[in-house]
Structures are given as C-alpha cells and as structure tokens.
C-alpha cells in the first residue's frame, strides 16, 4: 500500500530540485542613467526602452553633433558641465569627438554626469547690476 503523504512528499522534491534558479533582480536604474537614456533616445528618435546602457554612441549611429547636443542638454537640464577631459578619461581615449563615438557608453556618460552632478555649476547672483550700456551719440547732437 502506498502513503500518499509520502508520494505527495517526494513528487515536490522531485519539482523543486528540477526548478531553474530565478535570474538575478535588475538593478534599479539611477536617475542619470534614466536622464541619460531619455535624451539620447529623444536625439535619435528611438524608444528609451530600446536603448541599453553598455552601447556605445556609435552603436546609436549617432555623428559628432548628436554627440554635443545630447551632452549640451544633459547639462541644460542639470545645470552642470561635464568636463571634456572626464569624458576622455572614462572612454579610455585622448578625448577626440570620433574616438569618444566609438567608445564612451551610455554608462560612461551617466557616471560623468553623477559626478558632475557633484559639483554644479554656479548660478550667477541675481544682485548684480546689468551690465552698462555703451551712450552714443546721435550725429544730428554733433
């Protein structure tokens, strides 16, 4: 006579052992990395979504100019400069526009501009006096 516990027992040990481990969780993403996959898919009509953060800007078929303008409008929107020699330094390269497409990531550019995010830029004050204007004289005063 069999026990039913027991065959019920031992057909869940059998499942569970048979049982893939579950994939690892994905990390959640930082708000550079969202700002920066955002502006670079936006630049380049692309779905945020289709955009991984290892590609390289040459991946997205990007040239020299969408290069400037996704970087212009990461620190427009942050109020920050993302030193050009932190660019180079992070893409291992002499920091040349063509050399940067090839080799800065998404992730390069989204750990630059944490840490630029470091140190803002500074706002001007707003007590300052304008600047003076220059007085002409007409040549009908003369």
Do not use: W
Request: charged content about 20%; hydrophobic content about 40%.
């Amino acid at each position: 006579m069999r026990h039913p516990a027991a065959c019920l027992a031992l057909t869940f040990l059998l499942v569970a052992c048979d049982r893939k481990p579950a994939p690892p969780a994905a990390t959640a993403e930082t708000p550079e990395q969202a700002l920066v996959r955002e502006v670079s898919a936006a630049q380049m009509n692309l779905a945020p979504a289709s955009l991984k953060m290892s590609m390289t800007f040459s991946d997205l078929n990007m040239g020299s100019l969408d290069l400037v303008e996704v970087i212009m409008e990461l620190e427009d929107r942050t109020k920050t400069k993302i030193p050009d020699d932190d660019l180079a330094r992070r893409s291992h390269t002499s920091g040349t526009v063509v050399q940067l497409l090839k080799s800065l990531t998404l992730q390069n550019l989204a750990d630059a501009l944490a840490q630029a995010k470091k140190h803002p830029l500074t706002q001007p004050s707003t007590n300052a006096a304008p600047p003076s204007t220059p007085r002409y004289d007409s040549p009908s005063s003369q």
